[in-house]
Structures are given as structure tokens and as C-alpha cells.
């Protein structure tokens, strides 16, 4: 049996995202799925919602693509020409089709929507296409083919095309072809610059097969290192990889906290869901955004009973119980506050772990002696406080908040794995 | 004078974009930028780090666009090849420029980072290059000519592109060209399905004169329906869309709550600002979500006191004082804790206002009684509690916590306007 490289491009249709009103996260999604069996996204493309541009497109794609996938276009109102532009390209005409009308009309009715003109519109479809069922949505995906190339059309709706590229395309593909083997291996490191991060692993790097790539992949206060092998055996591409990491961890122990873009929130739940532990959160500056990323993760109930956002000082000192003293003495961004507030938050809410922020998030509110983006966090158990600052230098309010949240549920990590290891 | 029509196309280099690692945000920021001073971005095109790929998608861009804006590949670690093609593309070579590496220097040095040769190469230049500063990292932009084509390169990290492109190239394009008026306006509307709205405006639509183009842009829990306008003048643009916008009011006034991209959050800001009241919030199912949102906003400690995320019912009973009789008798899904939780927390935080959700927002957890998506929101002031029950029928938690959200900040609204008439 002999592997086929197959090339992909995907194609986005849609002034909004030319204008930049919204941000395409289709086509990273789909590129993932892909991916995952072997398929390569050569080149990503957006275009406007006209008729010579996406036909422009489409032909350009051809050139560079055996698989075209094009999302957007399609949806109930009138913005949309996708359909007439692909009858048109595919040499056909579009024909009303009664399982699709019916199905519109089945996952209408119940929500109370009567059934307009736009509703049965979105039952006609170009003749001789294979349907891809939505479930999910009013407008099918189309499975066209013209000159051994193969072009999917969806639906721009992030749920209604997810549904679609899951349940529908990605097994069609499987069917269809015999892909080569791509494996990645992405590390999550915390706490360390590009650099810096590079001249740690430089010797490291230096010595990697010709065959495996690295990717650095920043982010505010993160980075995923990704390597990437591809060939015939899916097994001896993993085994490559697993060496390389291996002989890697020793050089990035103090950064390095998960595998696989499994994100910090995700690898703490764990850690407490394992141990039977509990978790609460006091937070300033951070103002929800941790409690937020742990309540993202289902099931967190188990290990998370909750939190106070104790914004301004009144609630600090009324609903943390936190000494005035303290705030007049030391302010409400420093050592004494943000660990009273940990220890005080558990306590409250009785959990065996709890961690808490206070900061200058910004863009104002800076001094010569606190400027902007210093944050203290603290960590706290029934015997242990552990504190820190951070000075990001960043007058930046979202991301001295992103840099805030990921720095506390490092240090959480870390002073879980000092506990359970002691155990 | 006459106006020149510029046609732009961004260009994002890095394998991470087409494997799906990272969503590209980048080119959504840049094309609002452009746009806002009449430069039509024509086509964005993502492509892999590879040298042949790279030069056929500067080649294909010059048959489209004016201007080629470039993101990516600039870093100081390997997997960075732009820089030698851009050399090559342009028949020059790179020569190290002493400013900018006098720049590199000052940048890294007061963060404790020593100086390698990575960080040293970032000052190889190709040879005749304009120099964009990039007062935010290491890398500078560069632009360059070839045949009557521009060439704008920038690294992709987000805040230096954003510094590039805001204080050196915007500047530099205003200067260079005299560009067509656009003139966009968008409403912001909370609470009605897109083919629903379609529906109630379709008399309005059919009258828009076709020099005025409609997209509408959902996304869970929001609507928004843009307006554009493209020609010489902008005023007669702006009145003329005026004029459409209020004719359009009448048709939308239950669900429109903003102009132009402005969130709920920050309408919901203002109101309580402008009023000099207050806000708090007590959180179940959406976790944090809501006062993470109410706290990205700068300033907003003007009106927001704080909160408690009373995620398991112990808290709800122990911090909120829900009485406990009220979750054996209704479940903690019910009218009646959620009314109670914003009767006690704006009691406990002495707010003028207050908000709480309680829901169950999956994956897991409905019931038949209670399905995955069933959510209660209330609204309290001194005399009064409003309460509702939305039932999303949707099993993903993201979106369900999404669309709690907007929703009650939405009855938020709602109910600080009546209130605010009633004065």
C-alpha cells in the first residue's frame, strides 16, 4: 500500500474578515483536523464575497491543492453568494432538495422560527453535489469534484462547520485516501523569553535529526516548543520524536509543564482532581480571569468550590477580612495583601489549596516605586505561603492580566508537586 | 486632487498558522488599520515557512495588490528563514545596521538578558531597506520596493506588529497616497437568531440603495449588522448612512444595544459610570466569565466593587447565605437562587446594582426537568429582582457560559436604562 501526499488549502470566504471584523479560527481548526490524518494545509486563503474573486481562487488553488476546502458564503441571508458562484463554476444549476428542506424545517420549528423564503432557499442546491449533513445548522456542506480535484464547501459558523468536518468529511477523507504520517509533540514551557529559551537548548537543537522540525511559539508569558517528523511509519516517527524529548527535558525541567497544548488550568485541575484536593481564588487585578479559565474545564466542580474578586478595598477589607492596616501600610499590590489574601480565602471557603493576585494591571495607575505590570501572587496550603512579584514592564492591561493568570497557576503547579511529592 | 484605489494583501509566514497551532489574529488587526484610512485589503493568503512557497506568494500578490503587507518569520531562533528570502527576492544582500543593533542591546539588556549571536543576526538588514522601528522587540520592519510594488515585512509577534504597523507604517501609507473614503457602522444586537432578524428588517433592506452594502456577523449570543459605504466623499458617506441607520432603529429596537464594535461590557460601563452607581456579582455556572469581562475594561473599578464565584453549593450557602432550604426545595438551577444570590450579594457588597447566574452549562450535568443549557440570570437593584430562564439546547460549555453572559449583561442594560428614564 502506497501513502499519498494530499495538499489542502482552505479558503475563507467573506468581506468580514478582509475588513477585520472578525478573526478566521475556522481555518485553524480545520488545518488540525487534517493534520491529525495526515493530510498537509499548504496555504490558507481569504477572500471577499464576490463572484470573480472566489472563482479566481478556486482556479489558483488548483494549481497548488489536490483538496479545496472552502467555508463561509452560506447562511440564511442575503449577504450570500456563495452557492450561485459554485453552480456556476461547476458547470451546473442549482435543484431544491426535499431531505435538506425538510431538515430545515425540523430543527426550526421546535425554536419557534417560522419558516421564511431564506429558510427554503437554503434547500436548493448545486445538481449532482454530495450532501455533508449538518446537523448542527440550516445550510448543508457540498462535496464537489471537477478535474480529479475534490472541493468541500461548509458554512462559516464555527459549530455548524465543526459538526460537518467531524462527523462527515474527516471519516469520508479517511476512506478516500492513504496519507503519510505526520507526528507532532508540542512542550509547554512557562516563565522564560524566546531567546533565552533558545540558548538553553541550543546544544540540544543542534544534534536533531534532519527529519524532525522545531518551531518556537510564543505567547504572552508562554511558549510551545513544537517538533514535527513526518514518513511511512507512523511508529518510527513517534519513537524518534519521544528520544529527542527525552533527551531535551533535562535542559527545560524549571519551564516545562505539559505535553500537547494541554493548557496550565488543565494540568492543575488534574493535579488536584488526582490528590482529592480543593481549590479557592481571591483575586484583584486578574478580576475573574483565573476563575474563569479553571470553570472552562468541565468537571471542575470536583476540585473547585469557588472565589471573591475583591476589586476595590472595601471589599478587600469587608468580605476578605483583610487587616486596613496592612493596605495603608504596605498598599494593596504588595506581599503582606496578596498573602493575606490567600490565606484568608481558604480559610473562608475551606479549601485545602487557595491562590491569590494583586496588581497594576494598567494602562494607568502606575508609580515610580510600583510602575505598571507589577503583580504580586501568592499560593497557600494549611502550612505553607508562598509568595512572589512579577514586574512584566508592560503597560498592556490584557496581557499583564494573561501573564498574571498563567504566572499564579505555575507556581500553584509547582508548590502541588513539592506537596504530593512529599506525601 | 484625486483619490487613488489601493489595494492591499497580507501575507502571514509560519507553519504553525497551517497545522492550526496558532490562530491569525494578525491580519484581522492589520486590515482594520488599513481600512480606517481607505485601503482595501483585496485578499489575505497564509503560507509555510519555506523559501519557494514564500516567493510564489510574493509573486501572486503583485497581480492582485498595491501594497503587500508581510507577518512572520522574524524571530530570533532557527526557524526563521524570511529574512535570507526577502534578501534574495529583492537581488540585495544583508549588511548588519549598527542603530538597530545599538537598539537590540538597549532593549534586552535592562531585562537581564545576555546577548548571543541570535539576538545579534536580528541587526542583519537586507541593503536598502527602509527601517521601520520596532520600539517593542528586536526585530525591525522593513519596507521595500520592487516594479511599482510595495513590500512591508514585520515579525508576527502581535504587540511589536501592532507597534510597527500603528507608529511608522500608518503614518508612512497616510503620507504616500490619497486613498477613497469608507465609511463602515455596525450595530451591535443581543437576542435574536440572524434569519429571525432578517426577517423583521427585510422591508428596510429591499429600500437600501445598492451603494450601501448589509452583512450581517453572528456569533453565539450576538449579532452584528454592518453598513458600508465606499466613494469620494466622506461626509455625503456618513450621511447617508445616517440617514439608513435611523430609519433601521425603529425595526430593531429590542435586541440593539451599541454602535460600532462596542461590547455590552463597555455600554453596561458607561451606564453605570455615567450614573455613579455600582456593581456586583455573584457567579455560578459562568465562572468568573462575567467580572473577568466587566474588569477588561480600564477603568472599571470606577463601578465595579467585586464578586463571588459561588461555584459549589456549599459556597452558595456558607459566603451567600443562600438559604439552604431554597436548593433542597428548587435545585441551585432555579428563579429562586438565583434571585437570592443577587439579593445577597448586593447586600453583602453595598452595590447599587447587582447580576447572578446560576446553569448548567455542560458538557455534562442536564436533567429532563433541567436540560444541558437550561440557565437562570437575575438582575437586582434596592426594590427590585428580575429574573429569566433561557434555554440554549446547546451542550457546549464555551458557548453556553458565552451566551449567559451577554444575556445578563444585556437584562443589565435593560434594566439600568429603566431605572435611568425613571429618574
Known sequence: VKTQNINAEIITIGDEILIGQVIDTNSAWIAQQLNSIGINVFQITS?????????????????????????????????????????????????????????????LEPRGVKINDLNIQQSDIPENCNLLHNACGTAPGMWLEKENKIFVF????????????????????????????????????????????????????????????LAYLPSPGLIRLRLTAKGD??????????????????????WYFADDDETIEVTVGKLLKNNNKTLSIAESCTGGKIAHMITSIPGCSDYFKGGIIAYSNEI??????????????????????????????????????????????????????????????????????FSKKYSFGDSNRERNIQRATLSVLSELRKFLLADFQNI
Open 154 to 213: 461548509m458554512p462559516g459558523v464555527p459549530f455548524e462547520m465543526k459538526y460537518i468536518v467531524s462527523e462527515q468529511l474527516i471519516p469520508r477523507l479517511k476512506n478516500q485516501f492513504i496519507t503519510p504520517a505526520i507526528v507532532h509533540k508540542t512542550l509547554m514551557l512557562q516563565g522564560i523569553a524566546e531567546s533565552m529559551l533558545a540558548q538553553h537548548i541550543e546544544e540540544w537543537e543542534y544534534q536533531l535529526p534532519e527529519t524532525i522540525k
Open 316 to 385: 478587600k477589607k469587608n468580605i476578605l477580612s483583610i487587616d486596613p492596616k496592612l493596605i495603608v501600610n504596605f498598599g494593596a499590590v504588595s506581599k503582606e495583601v496578596v498573602e493575606a489574601m490567600a490565606i484568608n480565602i481558604r480559610n473562608k471557603f475551606k479549601t485545602d489549596y487557595s491562590i491569590s493576585t494583586s496588581g497594576i494591571a494598567g494602562p494607568n495607575g502606575g508609580t515610580l516605586e510600583k510602575p505598571l505590570g507589577t503583580i504580586w501572587i501568592a499560593v497557600a496550603s494549611q502550612n505553607k505561603v
Open 47 to 107: 477572500v471577499s464575497d464576490n463572484n470573480h474573486h472566489i472563482v479566481n481562487a478556486l482556479d489558483l488553488s488548483t494549481s497548488r491543492a489536490d483538496l479545496i476546502i472552502i467555508t463561509g458564503g452560506l447562511g440564511p441571508t442575503k449577504d450570500d453568494i456563495t452557492k450561485q458562484t459554485i453552480a456556476g463554476y461547476f458547470n451546473t444549476k442549482l435543484v431544491r432538495d426535499q431531505d435538506v428542506l425538510d431538515h430545515i424545517i425540523q430543527l
Open 233 to 254: 511509519s507512523e511508529e518510527i516517527l513517534k519513537n524518534s520524536i519521544s528520544e529527542q524529548v527525552e533527551k531535551l527535558k533535562p535542559y527545560i525541567k524549571p
